[in-house]
Every structure is written in structure tokens, then in C-alpha cells.
């Protein structure tokens, strides 16, 4: 069972706008979610989190929101740049010892 | 700093050879984790350790084994290479208790003929 699903395999946006990256998950029990970043031929590498107690969390550039009655998280990377170009996890955690991944949406920034 | 290493980077195996994929990590991490990811699925968990002597199963630990037994290494047994375990592997880690960031190593690519 997929618990955590990113249901838009790729996306493309010009470089300098917003891109929405979005995540949905089915496990009420998820207490802290997370987003990773992956190159090709690299291991993914931490982005940003939040914790089921916020609504939202912000770093730079990127903004996580979190809607819990709606069970589901968005990524906001503003503005976006060619350097974005990678696949963004998102992840989910049920309790201390597991994380539920997402199977990943794949972001072009376009010049 | 080296961070999470994994060798081989890539490897062939044919149907029922058994090969073991290295993990090391040199920052003093309790936790250590393995995970595999399939073609447009997400990473699943195969077995994690919170310390040397322990170890756990996770989502689909079917096929494979593990050992903890210094703080630095966990390494993936695979006994009987199966071409359902063609997948790459990632190897992680994190200091604190629990999950919060994981640190991945660049993964390992294995295919099985």
C-alpha cells in the first residue's frame, strides 16, 4: 500500500517562477514530514521538513505547507532556478523507526 | 568529511550468486538504514539498525540480511540474487533518535540476470 503519493511524476516551469510540488498521504498516524532533493547518480539529500504541529515551515526559497484535515503537503520553491532541476521525495513518518517515501516528482527549470 | 559510502557502485549478478553491499559512515550516526527504490516508486525500507548489536526488519525485508556490529558499518547480505532484488540500494543514516534528516549515501545499482 501506497501510503505517501505524489501523483504528478514530472513538472516543468520557467526559470523565476513558482514551482508547486505536491504530496498526498492516507496515514492520519504521519507526525513529521519531509522533502528530499536527488541529482542522477547521487543519493537524495535533505531539503526542508515540518512537523505535524505547524501548517508551515519556510527556508530560503522553500516553503512547506501542510494541510492535515486534507492529508496533504505541498513544496513551494520560489524562484525557481535551473539548479532545481532534480527529483523532489517527499516523505512521511509514521513513528520514530520508519519513513514512508513518495515516489518522486521530477522538476525541469527551464532557462 | 566523507559522509555515507557505499560500494560497489554498481554490480551484475546472475540468478542465485549471494553478494554483500558495503555501508559506511563516519559520522558517528546510531541509526543506520537500508533502503531500495524500484523504477517510479518510491524508496522502500528493507532493514534498519538504532546501534551496533541491533537490528530490525522493515517494509520488505524478504531475501535479504543484515549486520550491525560496529557503529561505522551496515552491511546488505543478499544470499540468493533474485531478479526481483534488481532495484539500486541506498544506504543512510541519521545521529538522533528516530528519523529526522536522513544522510544517504549515492547508491549502489545491482541488476540480476
Known amino acids: 500500500d501506497q501510503q505517501v503519493k505524489q501523483n504528478s511524476p514530472s513538472l516543468s516551469v520557467q526559470e523565476g517562477r513558482i514551482s508547486i510540488l505536491n504530496c498526498d498521504y492516507t496515514?492520519?498516524?504521519?507526525?513529521?514530514f519531509l522533502w528530499y532533493k536527488k541529482y542522477p547518480a547521487e543519493g537524495p539529500t535533505f531539503l526542508i521538513s515540518i512537523s505535524s504541529i505547524k501548517d508551515k515551515n519556510e527556508d530560503g526559497r522553500f516553503t512547506v505547507f501542510l494541510n492535515k484535515s486534507a492529508k496533504h503537503l505541498s513544496l513551494h520553491i520560489v524562484p525557481s532556478q535551473p539548479g532545481d532541476s532534480a527529483v523532489y521525495f517527499c516523505?512521511?513518518?509514521?513513528?520514530?523507526?520508519?519513513?514512508?517515501f513518495g515516489a518522486g516528482t521530477r522538476l525541469t527549470v527551464k532557462p | 568529511n566523507a559522509g555515507v559510502t557505499q560500494t560497489p557502485k554498481f554490480r551484475i549478478l546472475k540468478i542465485g550468486q549471494s553478494m554483500t553491499l558495503q555501508c559506511t559512515q563516519d559520522?558517528?550516526?546510531?541509526?543506520m538504514y537500508w533502503y531500495r527504490q524500484d523504477p517510479g516508486m518510491g524508496l522502500k525500507l528493507i532493514y534498519y539498525?538504532?546501534?551496533?548489536?541491533?537490528?530490525d526488519k522493515g517494509e520488505v525485508p524478504n531475501g535479504y540480511n543484515v549486520s550491525r556490529s560496529t557503529t561505522e558499518d551496515f552491511p546488505l547480505r543478499l544470499e540468493l540474487a533474485a531478479p526481483s532484488q534488481t532495484s539500486v540500494y541506498f544506504c543512510?543514516?541519521?545521529?538522533?533518535?528516530?528519523?529526522?534528516?536522513?544522510?544517504f549515501g549515492e547508491g549502489s545499482r545491482l541488476t540480476v540476470l
Open positions: 539498525s538504532v546501534g551496533a548489536g541491533i537490528t
Open positions: 543512510a543514516s541519521t545521529r538522533g533518535e528516530g528519523f529526522g534528516e536522513l544522510f
Open positions: 496515514n492520519s498516524m504521519f507526525d513529521y
Open positions: 559520522m558517528n550516526h546510531n541509526y
Open positions: 516523505a512521511a513518518r509514521p513513528n520514530n523507526n520508519d519513513m514512508r
